[in-house]
């Protein structure tokens, strides 16, 4: 596509609302949302460019397994192979043949049910039937291995990326890992309780529901009883350098209602961490809500412009679910759990309503966008300008990662300064002092 021919999206004056910071920025275009050219194009330049969250780490915990998944409309395959995970295009170096439909456990060897040509989990090419009798010349197995993609992890989440020039996986989520040491992510569980795990065919853009998850300007009026356990007054930004944006809860309210605080707490926490809920939209599909004793995560993955399926998750700090020969103290804690399940079940209907009529209505009306609510909405300014990097940039090896929020309330907008600040926070505060 020439310059003189390229989508509007493509160059910077579509993204021209979007780009002052947000006490003077307009949301996104309808364009964004509803068009089905944007939605093909921003498979490619965005999701096919970015480091896009697939599956939990646990998934992929034994041998054996092979997980399939799809990344920007292309076919991935997942699997172990000893201590390293790999990636790979699911098709077969012969003829193209789709390797696997679904998830399902292997013997070691990645097989072609078509004329079974056999990978290991390396994804070198260890069998070609039959090619002895007659091979091509200069054929040569070394030549035809799986297409390797990029796969890494980071706390739960396996990630995928199909291009080689984007930042590694610590370049794109920047201090994040820093910023959430303390909770140990790596270490919580999923566990096979009823209702555990989830999915949702939502009939929204992807985008709107990254947006929903990361303001809380409409939690007063479209979620009445999240509102008391996570009260506006309470919220604060929850952001440093990195491609996320977030916000946190501080403290988590129980004296209303207590169905996020009814399951047991993770150890090791300090009075920050203990004491609130972190809410972080990782660019692009990754939404994670970390409270001090449990994780309710949600995978994102578009199915076309106004539908997408919610993958979600609830993770549990390191042995606090008790074991099956337990029962009297795993029935006690599946009754806790329900409280807590329902609770974001509930939350998560409402999300879904309110943005499924916005789809209607950037869809069938699509007036221009409106301005931003700076104390509100800041963070969705920085997820519309991280998705207008990806669209507008001819080589992703040129992203800037955006910078954080400045240490103290200089960048809060209104709003007195979080009275338990991240530890990160606090350490970044000391050094702007020493410094100044």
Not at 83 to 99: A, I, P, Y
Not at 123 to 141: K, N
Request: hydrophobic content about 40%; proline content about 9%; overall charge negative.
């Amino acid at each position: 596509m020439s310059p003189t021919d390229a989508a509007p999206w493509r160059l910077p004056g579509f993204w021209a609302g979007i780009r002052p910071k947000v006490w003077s920025a307009v949301g996104l275009s309808p364009v964004a949302y509803a068009d089905e050219a944007f939605y093909a194009d921003e498979q490619a330049r965005l999701f096919g460019r970015a480091w896009t969250g697939v599956a939990l780490a646990s998934e992929l915990s034994r041998p054996g397994r092979l997980l399939v998944r799809s990344v920007a409309g292309k076919s991935v395959l997942l699997t172990r192979s000893g201590d390293r995970l790999r990636g790979f295009l699911n098709t077969c170096r012969h003829r193209g043949t789709e390797l696997a439909d679904a998830d399902c456990d292997i013997a070691g060897v990645i097989r072609c049910p078509y004329h079974r040509w056999s990978y290991s989990t390396e994804g070198r090419l260890v069998a070609a039937p039959l090619f002895e009798a007659s091979p091509p010349s200069d054929f040569d197995p070394a030549d035809w291995r799986l297409v390797p993609l990029r796969v890494d992890t980071w706390g739960p989440i396996v990630f995928v990326c199909l291009d080689e020039e984007t930042p590694p996986l610590d370049v794109w989520l920047g201090d994040l890992p820093e910023r959430l040491t303390a909770y140990r992510l790596e270490e919580w569980e999923l566990s096979d309780l009823d209702g555990a795990t989830a999915t949702f065919d939502v009939g929204a853009n992807w985008k709107l529901l990254v947006e929903n998850f990361a303001e809380y300007y409409h939690l007063p009026w479209v979620h009445p009883k999240l509102a008391k356990v996570s009260r506006v007054k309470d919220h604060y930004r929850y952001q440093g350098p990195g491609m996320y944006c977030g916000q946190t809860t501080t403290p988590v309210s129980s004296d209303q209602h207590e169905d996020w605080v009814v399951l047991p707490p993770a150890t090791g926490l300090g009075a920050s961490d203990g004491a609130s809920g972190r809410f972080v939209a990782v660019f692009p599909n990754v939404l994670l809500a970390v409270l001090p004793n449990h994780v309710f995560l949600i995978l994102l993955e578009p199915q076309g412009v106004g539908r997408t399926i919610e993958h979600c998750t609830f993770l549990f700090p390191p042995g606090a679910v008790p074991p099956a020969e337990d029962e009297r103290g795993r029935r006690r804690f599946a009754e806790a759990f329900e409280t807590t399940r329902q609770f974001w079940v509930d939350v998560n209907d409402e999300d879904i309503d309110i943005c499924e009529r916005v789809q209607r209505g950037v869809s069938h009306a699509g007036a221009p966008p409106g301005p931003m609510a700076p104390r509100f909405e800041e963070p969705l300014n920085r997820f519309h300008n991280m998705t207008a990097d990806l669209m507008t940039l001819e080589s992703v090896a040129d992203l800037v990662v955006p910078s954080g929020d400045r240490p103290g309330d200089v960048d809060l907008y209104g709003t007195k300064p979080n009275p338990m600040p991240p530890p990160i926070e606090v350490e970044a505060a000391r050094r702007a002092r020493q410094t100044a």
